[in-house]
């Protein structure tokens, strides 16, 4: 019997409404690991990461002196179970969930995991961590008997094909919030942690393209978006810096412009999932690939989100519409995305605030008003979308900032990266990459 028919037959001996956690460890996760290649040496129930314990964790065994049963150091994957009469569909016991596995998979003892899974042997959702970042890699699934199989060859496949990449797309549909800024700087900050980076401008404006200075090569992005025969190589420039390469990139090409028009869009391959196609052969290929798009929600932005994992989004703390559009990506354009991609992705990363003054400090008083007043007027919109620091018992309703510097804005005109200009600057954009990206 292979194991996936083994996992359909401990499957069907559960009680539809069995109320026993360890049930379901013992006869649905215990055997999922094992249908997902992991043997008993290499799975190992209730593991200490160091912020609780886990249900089950696994690692293969590649140095047979070092058997992850006996000692169980460096998991690969962690996953959480739950008794059936948890509902882990949707609502608040699945939001639960997703919080405690990301917490496990960030905390001291995982370092090295790179995948987790919560499952009550009804549902099941696989999601992958690229350093700090815990972000869906399938959508929560149905289980059934009928579809187990084809759910784990799916699962299977991801966790043996770990993709480079963390693919981030930053965008608030409100013009000025500093997307082009964050995306520019984030590139060359990450650059400093030894990370290699593609951006790819995706505004057909190209203030990306300008304030680099790179031109577009012989073969065009518009060409490669119209005809997917093209190798997506032949548009990959190099950005450098006293020629030293800092990071890769996608020009705009002038005809870009033309896509601004629906009926020119019609010529591209499907539509606005063609971008995500002609990135997929670089995600091997680099740490990050990040995506500037324009402001308004059409051709270019709705293909810079269908194509990412995550969504960064910065505001402006003196800008309330800033505020409403955050919400309203966060409300209608992500899940929007979110249902036609069926994969579980791209989420939102907490917003943050761009251009802070040193005197916004009631600025800012007046923008946490805004901002629980959309929690409560919003219920998709979750309060850590915003305040990634709000506990239970701390109310801690901290937001990212990255000041208001003028070297930020003058730079562009130099072709450098503010971050290169001034070593404040760098320290800034140090900090977001760490808030966010890089677990150090
Ligand atoms: N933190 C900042 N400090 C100073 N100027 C900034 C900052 N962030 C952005 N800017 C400036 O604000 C303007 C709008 O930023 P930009 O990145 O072009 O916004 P978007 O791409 O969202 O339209 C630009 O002139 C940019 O140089
Ligand atoms: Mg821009």
């Given at each position: 019997m292979t194991e996936a028919s083994y996992l359909?037959?401990?499957?069907?001996?559960?009680?539809?409404?069995?109320?026993?956690?360890?049930?379901?460890?013992?006869r649905f996760a215990v055997p999922l690991l094992q249908a997902l290649g992991f043997d008993e040496l290499e799975i190992r129930e209730e593991f200490e990461t160091g912020c609780g314990q886990v249900d089950l964790a696994a690692r293969k065994n590649v140095d047979p002196e070092d058997i992850f049963l006996r000692s169980p150091k460096n998991p690969y994957l962690l996953l959480e179970a739950k008794s059936r009469a948890v509902n882990l569909r949707e609502g608040s016991c699945y939001r639960d969930a997703v919080c405690q596995i990301e917490s496990y998979l960030l905390a001291k003892n995982c370092k090295s995991a790179k995948w987790g899974i919560i499952t009550n042997a009804n549902n099941i959702q696989l999601w992958r961590k690229h350093g700090k970042v815990v972000h869906p890699a399938t959508a929560n699934l149905d289980i059934s008997s009928d579809n187990i199989e084809s759910i784990v060859r799916n699962l299977r496949d991801k966790i043996e094909n770990y993709e480079r990449a963390l693919t981030v797309c930053v965008y608030n549909n409100k013009g000025g919030v500093g997307k082009t800024t964050t995306v520019i700087n984030l590139?060359?900050?990450?650059?400093?942690?030894?990370?290699?980076?593609?951006?790819?401008?995706?505004?057909?404006?190209?203030?990306?393209?300008?304030?680099?200075?790179?031109?577009?090569?012989?073969?065009?992005?518009?060409?490669?978006l119209k005809d997917p025969k093209i190798d997506v190589h032949a548009i990959v420039q190099t950005y450098r810096l006293r020629g030293i390469p800092i990071f890769d990139i996608i020009p705009r090409d002038p005809e870009l412009e033309t896509l601004t028009?629906?009926?020119?869009?019609?010529?591209?391959?499907?539509?606005?999932?063609?971008?995500?196609?002609?990135?997929?052969?670089?995600?091997?290929?680099?740490?990050?690939?990040?995506?500037?798009?324009?402001?308004?929600?059409?051709?270019?932005?709705?293909?810079?989100?269908?194509?990412?994992?995550?969504?960064?989004?910065?505001?402006?703390?003196?800008?309330?519409?800033?505020?409403?559009?955050?919400?309203?990506?966060?409300?209608?354009?992500?899940?929007?995305?979110?249902?036609?991609?069926q994969d579980g992705g791209p989420i939102?990363?907490?917003?943050?605030?761009?251009?802070?003054?040193?005197?916004?400090?009631?600025?800012?008083?007046?923008?946490?008003?805004e901002i629980w007043k959309l929690i409560n007027q919003e219920k998709s919109v979750d309060l850590l979308h915003f305040w990634p620091h709000f506990k239970k018992g701390n109310e801690n309703k901290s937001i990212f900032r990255i000041p208001d510097y003028a070297v930020i804005s003058s730079a562009k005109f130099e072709r450098v990266p503010a971050v290169f200009r001034h070593r404040k600057v760098l320290e800034y954009y140090q900090s977001l990459a760490r808030e966010y990206f890089i677990d150090e």
């Open positions: 359909r037959e401990k499957l069907e001996s559960i009680s539809p409404t069995e109320r026993v956690e360890r049930i379901v460890v013992q590139a060359a900050t990450l650059k400093t942690k030894g990370k290699k980076v593609l951006v790819v401008d995706f505004d057909s404006q190209g203030d990306l393209t300008g304030s680099s200075g790179v031109t577009p090569g012989k073969i065009t992005l518009t060409q490669c028009d629906s009926r020119a869009v019609a010529y591209i391959p499907k539509g606005t999932r063609r971008l995500r196609d002609l990135i997929a052969p670089l995600r091997n290929e680099y740490d990050y690939i990040l995506i500037d798009c324009p402001t308004q929600w059409l051709y270019f932005s709705q293909s810079g989100v269908f194509a990412a994992d995550v969504i960064l989004i910065p505001t402006r703390p003196d800008d309330l519409s800033s505020l409403n559009n955050a919400a309203r990506v966060i409300t209608q354009f992500i899940p929007e995305t979110a249902r036609s991609r939102a990363l907490p917003a943050f605030f761009n251009g802070v003054s040193s005197r916004s400090e009631h600025t800012i008083q007046l923008a946490n008003k």
